[in-house]
């Protein structure tokens, strides 16, 4: 039987645009992908352009609509990373880097250009910096800014009107609304709800100007996700959309958070895990691709060391969320795989097998462990400290850098297999050191839902159960965050009442992975060696300054 309604769910990720054409029950029924271009003018520097990505959003709904009866879309979310674009006061873009035309208009989520400014507004010791952690990222907005300010003062500054988080952007392209979701301001901004701006923070950092009238540049009004924004799509963004205007457009999320609406409601009766029976807040979503975020949400502010947060409302209305997270995951491991003597070989079997390279890893592993031992094992003397880009959580230093202890001289396909899986085991540890900070801060997480790129490596997964002692939940459509972004035009549509309502009847449970208790004590000593990495990492930063 024919649905009789669908939503549209877009997703900017770091590298592609995808949209899926979703039922009212959570269903995906049909996706589309569309490469971005991404730009390094400087080290450092990674820019995007919002034309060519509000282009490549308009290819993919057009693509996944193309034989539905426009009527039948009811609603249409947006998420995308949390980059910065800028616009003059006509909405056109201004260029963020020097020598570069003015289309390169977005700073990415992953620009660590502002590094030395994000020092800055630590040091300044503002309180609302309490809502950070207590450290200020470079991976924000405030540092991001200020550099433009600082940097390009007559090029990109002066000209600027509009600073938008890119979800943010994509709603005022399809709306033409400037209200600003709260998820945005509040994660990336240092927005606070209900008191709104802190004129003295943006003052003390040395951005006062953008006080003006009322904050216009950044957003004066906000709304939560998921609220209807506007009169819906515009004329103009429904002819590039292939959608009919007035079509009802959700307050956007992060991408990240959007996987979280996508996977953290499910309905886990009959799955006997630990969460069954508790509320909402036993639960953390991990939204792991090219970055990894960890999303655990309270009914009470919960302050936590190095992890971002408590945003209300940044998430799930009404209530607060913290956020820790890895920089690097999907992309670290690209990087340590395909910079290895061995990747070429590698990639030649891995054709000849007709699998990709990361199904090939995961059997080359398989074979390498004896039949009585498990492939965690291989681990045992190869350690890595996984923060190649600096650490977002719970230590929130962007200067740390990657550690490899236990290579040889040998570059051999087994070298690169074993690599491998130490970089896996290093980001799982990643991660139960966000939760262990969490937990002493007072959250009880008793399960992780996963979704995002990274979730579909059944080995990545298993072994975060593992290393993490939690089960693991991964949901029925592997396209959690497009089924998040959908959620968003379904509680616009008014098709459900609430956020709440829509990802709880959306959002399905699909296959459960439980910890290898045998691996415990074996987890607990590599634990310790991951710690003491970090511990070494510092003592050599102290000897090399008394220098």
Avoid at 265 to 272: I, W
Avoid at 334 to 341: I, P, Q
Avoid at 449 to 456: D, V
Wanted: glycine share 8%.
């Amino acid at each position: 039987m024919a649905e009789s309604s669908y939503f549209v769910g877009v997703d900017v990720g770091t590298a592609s645009v995808r949209a899926a054409l979703v039922t009212k029950g959570g269903a995906v029924e049909r996706t589309a992908e569309e490469p971005i271009s991404i730009w390094e003018p400087h080290c450092d520097h990674y820019i995007q352009s919002s034309a060519e990505i509000w282009d490549k959003c308009c290819k993919t709904v057009k693509s996944v609509t193309l034989t539905v009866d426009r009527s039948r879309i009811r609603g249409i979310g947006f998420d995308a990373t949390c980059s910065l674009v800028v616009l003059d006061q006509n909405f056109q873009p201004v260029a963020v880097s020097q020598d570069v035309d003015n289309e390169r208009n977005v700073v990415m989520w992953m620009d660590h250009r502002a590094e030395e400014q994000a020092a800055r507004i630590t040091d300044t010791g503002h309180s609302i910096l309490r809502r950070v952690g207590g450290v200020m990222s470079p991976e924000m907005q405030p540092p991001k800014l200020l550099w433009l300010k600082e940097n390009l003062t007559v090029t990109c500054w002066n000209k600027a009107a509009h600073f938008f988080d890119l979800p943010d952007f994509l709603s005022w392209k399809a709306t033409g609304s400037l209200t600003r979701s709260l998820c945005t301001l509040v994660c990336k901004w240092m927005f606070c709800p209900p008191d709104g701006w802190d004129a003295s923070f943006w003052t003390t950092i040395g951005l006062e100007d953008l006080l003006e009238n009322n904050f216009s540049k950044i957003g004066s009004k906000t709304c939560s996700p998921g609220s209807p924004l506007g009169q819906g799509l515009t004329q103009e963004a429904a002819a590039d959309l292939g959608l009919d205007p007035g079509t009802a457009v959700g307050a956007s999320l992060i991408d990240a958070h959007a996987g979280g609406l996508g996977v953290i409601g499910a309905d886990v009766k009959g799955f006997q895990l630990p969460c069954e029976g508790q509320p909402i807040t036993s639960r953390m979503a991990v939204i792991c691709g090219t970055s990894s975020c960890h999303m655990a949400i309270s009914q009470q502010p919960v302050f936590v060391p190095g992890v971002w947060g408590p945003y209300m409302s940044a998430m799930v209305p009404g209530l607060w969320l913290n956020e820790g997270g890895q920089s690097a995951t999907g992309r670290l491991i690209d990087h340590m795989v395909k910079g290895h003597a061995a990747y070429a070989q590698l990639q030649q079997q891995a054709q000849q097998s007709d699998k990709n390279i990361y199904r090939y890893l995961n059997n080359h592993l398989s074979m390498m462990s004896k039949a009585h031992s498990l492939v965690d094992c291989l681990g045992s003397s190869l350690h890595v400290w996984p923060d190649f880009h600096g650490n977002r959580s719970p230590l929130a230093d962007p200067t740390l850098k990657g550690m490899v202890i236990g290579l040889s001289l040998s570059h051999t396909l087994d070298d690169l297999a074993l690599l491998y899986l130490a970089t896996i085991q290093a980001l799982a540890l990643g991660t139960r050191h966000i939760l262990e900070v969490m937990s002493d801060a007072g959250h009880d997480i008793r399960t992780l839902f996963l979704c995002g790129g990274l979730s579909k490596n059944p080995l990545f997964v298993q072994i975060h159960a593992n290393a993490t002692g939690l089960p693991v939940v991964l949901p029925d459509q592997m396209d959690a965050v497009l089924v998040g972004a959908a959620v968003l035009g379904a509680c616009a549509s008014q098709d459900y009442n609430t956020i709440q309502e829509a990802m709880e009847k959306m959002a399905k449970v699909g296959k459960v992975l439980h910890p290898d208790h045998e691996l415990q004590s074996f987890y607990e000593s590599k634990y310790k060696v991951f710690l003491r990495l970090f511990t070494h990492q510092r003592e050599y930063q102290t000897l090399m300054k008394q220098i």
